[in-house]
């Protein structure tokens, strides 16, 4: 299932006004009419991801009049953070949310998904860009969990950390940087857990605000695991510790 493209301004502002999904837009450079100045506007004030592109990236739309602009629509529902967090704190087991930084693999993100649906992820949380987008690819490999883990798109993810822990749950970073593994932590109670690209990492800026990191083992000759398999493998020791000893 692909997310479907809106052409023209006018149907994009349409969209918006009318609570559609959008997950990315794209807009023609150099535009200055006062309806693209409104788009511009309404975009900035619903926190939607967009880009400035040239006329030729715009022309390979060559059967629509697209009108200087583009829009996806996400093939899944969105949800805003706070209310899931409030949710999250009146059931009887310690919440758990993912965030995840810089991970632009498609089909890495539906693997994420089908993890955190059969490890009782609370929420998945993802910027609003620079991030993977729902495509059909992620939503085959999520074997189905894209539509049963609530998504959350936030303009920064610095941004969810803070509104985290003003809730007392604890951010804990997934990083190689770290002096202690995940086994020499307590993890029952409410936590996220913040993951980073393979080739990147965690952003250095979100690394820095965040008190508790840790790191898997690794004994082999391989220096690290793809973020998936990784991802994995904290949950399930979350889920040993919470339900296991």
Not at 20 to 33: A, F, N, T, Y
Not at 103 to 129: K, Y
Not at 147 to 153: A, G, H
Not at 229 to 242: D, P
């Amino acid at each position: 299932m692909e997310g479907q493209e809106i052409f023209g301004v006018r149907a994009i502002l349409e969209c918006i006004e009318a609570g559609q999904h959008i997950e990315k837009v794209w807009l023609l450079k150099g535009q200055k009419s006062p309806l693209f100045k409104t788009l511009e506007n309404r975009l900035r004030e619903a926190a939607i991801a967009h880009s400035y592109v040239p006329k030729e990236r715009l022309d390979r739309f060559n059967t629509k009049n697209h009108q200087g602009a583009v829009a996806l629509i996400s093939p899944i529902a969105f949800y805003e953070l706070e209310p899931l967090i409030e949710k999250s704190l009146e059931q009887h087991k310690p919440p758990l949310f993912l965030l995840l930084d810089q991970i632009t693999d498609t089909r890495n993100l539906g693997a994420i998904l089908r993890n955190a649906s059969a490890c009782g992820v609370d929420a998945l949380i993802l910027p609003q860009s620079g991030s993977a987008r729902i495509t059909a690819d992620t939503i085959k490999t999520s074997a189905g969990a894209a539509f049963t883990v609530p998504i959350v798109k936030v303009e920064h993810l610095k941004d969810a950390v803070f509104l985290l822990e003003a809730y007392e749950i604890q951010c804990m970073a997934l990083t190689e940087k770290a002096t202690q593994t995940v086994y020499e932590h307590e993890m029952n109670r409410p936590m996220a857990l913040i993951l980073g690209s393979e080739e990147k990492g965690i952003s250095k800026s979100l690394l820095n605000m965040v008190k508790l990191q840790a790191k898997l083992p690794m004994i082999g000759d391989i220096a690290s695991l793809n973020v998936a398999v990784a991802c994995g493998a904290i949950l399930y020791e979350v889920i040993r510790q919470r339900n296991f000893q």
